[in-house]
């Protein structure tokens, strides 16, 4: 069996070595350089994860006979082909023919059959084939004289979400002479093109990347793909992406400040407490929303007068004389907060944030301190250090931290400073203290994911993205960790548009050369993906004489062998045009996640499965060693019917499919 790296078709070796411009595209043709590239016209489509891109060539030939269009192109390592069409004159009017994804080596010879002389009535193709991973060979013919000719092709290009935005990397595009121009849309939100707001025709040239900007749904929004292609393979993808904002500061909400008055804590801990305070407090600017500062030593201190406004408590934070003292009852002081935080109307939240340094007699513990925490409220312990600069950091490991976390909050270790330099940085730095802004404790679960490299702590905007291949069908990934300390997790199941989406750009990944020629035919099929196994030919109905057909063997064109690029003599071996569909791959991949269900292990099964265009009609299941009075093939028959089938069987009028599993 053949890797990704060997064809299994051979090429018409060129008599000029002409080899695919460095850059971007080239364009040749086959018997006279009448012919000539006039427009290149492309629409970039955003949709999150990938990018559609239609693009629309134009030649015009001023020569006097009919000619061939060659043209090599280069669309990016990552870019795969997943549709052709070619424009042709009916009754007068232009009409658009869709090219059929066939075998690569059936695609071939048609086309040379095709645009023939004599013998075969005259059809007008073009074939999109493979060349290389990151290189297209696009054959028109024929080119008639003095007129123009149109083909299009659709290519996909993933895109990876980076800092809150989906980001596309624009290939290379256009040949010397032809520049390409198009539009840039998103299918949601907005986009920027190299970092500014550009829209109309572009020169897409000259463009480097575009980044389109759409808050995923929730907190974290994701795709699973998940393609059986073989026995004990699967091609599986996912993408997770948090949201550029995880959460709100709360518009409504009564927030107690405490500070630690204590010798331990000491003046200069104090005004650091001041000053992050402040910074916190600072992100409180919602349409109900009072705040109460306490002080505490051995017993609570009012800083301010019970609950304020947020610009009256920052006064008394700024003028308020905290002197240290003896004692550091915090739960004392918790119980102070609760007080306050009781007359509390129900429709506010409730949230508490403590700056200490922890430091309290034997007895006062975590457990005693826990057990004075007020009902109801998030609260937080900021381990306070006499440092310059601002920082926050969370610990979970200490004996301490089980404290907030009883309330959903956090103990975090901070520091920060306490100069007007330092304000811009302690108010970015403390607005955790106001709302969660990244998910820590970050895990993966799902079948065939071990060795899945996950980071500790994703914040917003942050995405992870794997694809690989795997021994089993995977029907599940869930993320998940904690946002302070409340757990959140987010399942994706699988989706057969992003299936089919990573089934064609695995043609684009690393992943290729882990796949035999065997393989890559169902996977090709189901992304409807040009690949070294497969090829486009769009035929439209043919308008030229027989003679006008392509001449194979011997020196054609003025510089060039057979075909111009060797591009045209590809195919050895049978074809036909015929429905090349794999129904049986598609039913299997939709069928073998309920073998599991049905604790189908090593039983053979056969199923039957008749249907009319994409509609089951008729199943049968059987199993062979079945000792469970047929209630494995009972399980598995209600699961055969229960499957939608895709749109490929849309068009099979009447069809009966039969797997062996």
């Known amino acids: 069996m053949r890797r990704a790296g060997v064809a299994s078709f051979t090429l018409v070796a060129l008599s000029v070595g002409i080899g695919p411009a460095a850059q971007a595209d080239d364009f040749h043709w086959s018997r006279s350089e009448a012919l000539v590239e006039k427009g290149h016209d492309v629409t970039v489509t955003l949709k ?4 559609e891109v239609r693009v629309v060539r134009t030649v015009h030939n001023g020569g006097d006979r009919a000619d061939q269009a060659l043209f090599y192109i280069t669309p990016g390592m990552e870019a795969v082909a997943v549709g052709l069409r070619t424009m042709a004159m009916v009754d007068g009017k232009p009409q658009w023919f869709t090219g059929e994804l066939m075998e690569a080596e059936a695609a071939a010879q048609k086309y040379r059959e095709l645009t023939g002389i004599g013998g075969y009535y005259p059809k007008d193709p073009a074939l999109l084939s493979w060349r290389s991973q990151g290189t297209l060979a696009l054959q028109v013919f024929p080119c008639l004289a003095k007129e123009d000719k149109v083909v299009e092709y659709t290519l996909v290009m993933p895109m990876h979400y980076e800092a809150g935005r989906y980001k596309l990397v624009m290939p290379p595009m256009g040949t010397d002479k032809v520049v390409p121009r198009g539009t840039i849309v998103a299918d949601q939100g907005t986009f920027l093109v190299d970092g500014a707001d550009k829209s109309g025709k572009l020169d897409l040239s000259a463009i480097e990347s575009v980044e389109q900007i759409v808050e995923p749904p929730g907190k974290v929004a994701g795709d699973l793909a998940v393609v059986p292609f073989a026995k004990e393979r699967a091609l599986l993808g996912y993408h997770f ?4 904002k995880l959460s709100t500061v709360p518009d409504k909400a009564r927030v107690v400040v405490v500070i630690d008055g204590s010798h331990s804590f000491g003046e200069k801990r104090i005004e650091g407490a001041r000053a992050a305070a402040k910074a916190y407090l600072s992100h409180f600017d919602g349409s109900d929303v009072e705040a109460a500062v306490i002080a505490y030593s051995r017993a609570p ?4 007068p019970g609950f304020v406004s947020v610009a009256d408590a920052t006064k008394a934070l700024e003028s308020a004389t905290i002197t240290p003292k003896n004692g550091s009852e915090m739960a004392l002081a918790l119980e102070r907060a609760g007080e306050l935080l009781a007359s509390a109307p129900s429709s506010v939240e409730r949230r508490v944030v403590v700056f200490s340094d922890l430091e309290t007699r034997a007895e006062l513990d975590p457990a005693r301190v826990r057990a004075a925490l007020p009902r109801g409220a998030i609260v937080h312990l900021a381990d306070l250090d006499a440092v310059a600069g601002a920082y926050l950091e969370r610990d979970d490991d200490d004996e301490w931290a089980k404290v907030p976390r009883s309330t959903g909050g956090v103990l975090f270790r901070v520091a920060s400073g306490s100069s007007r330099e330092e304000e811009g940085t302690r108010k970015q730095v403390f607005e955790e203290l106001a709302r969660p802004m990244r998910l820590d404790h970050v895990k993966l679960g799902g079948a065939g994911l071990d060795g899945a490299d996950v980071p500790e702590t994703l914040s917003e905007g942050d995405g992870i993205e794997d ?3 795997v021994k089993r069908y995977v029907s599940f990934v869930t993320l998940s960790g904690e946002l302070w300390s409340t757990h959140f997790e987010k399942t994706l199941e699988p989706s057969e548009s992003y299936g089919r989406t990573r089934a064609a ?3 684009g990944s690393e992943l290729l050369g882990d796949l035999t020629e065997e393989e890559m035919m169902p996977l090709a099929l189901f992304g409807k993906a040009v690949s070294p196994v497969t090829s486009y030919l769009a035929i439209e109905p043919g308008v030229r004489p027989s003679t006008e057909g392509l001449e194979w063997g011997g020196e054609v064109g003025s510089a060039f062998g057979a075909g111009g690029l060797g591009l045209t003599g590809i195919g050895e071996g049978g074809g036909g045009s015929g429905d090349m569909t794999d129904y049986a791959s598609l039913l299997k991949a939709l069928v073998t996640p309920g073998l599991r269900t049905c604790n189908i292990a090593k039983e053979r099964v056969s199923v039957s499965a008749e249907s ?5 009609v008729a199943v049968d299941v059987t199993v062979a060693d079945d000792d469970s009075k047929h209630s494995k093939a009972n399980c598995v028959t ?3 019917w229960g499957v939608r ?12 499919t039969k797997l062996a599993l």
Do not use: C, K, S
């Open 48 to 51: 999150r994860d990938h990018a």
């Open 638 to 640: 209600e699961h055969v």
């Open 241 to 244: 992406d948090v949201a550029p």
């Open 467 to 469: 694809h690989r291949l």
């Open 301 to 304: 201190q009012a800083v301010t």
């Open 505 to 507: 750009l695995v043609f």
């Open 645 to 656: 089938l895709p749109a490929e069987f849309a068009d099979a009028e009447h069809l009966t």
């Open 612 to 616: 009319t265009y994409n509609e089951i």
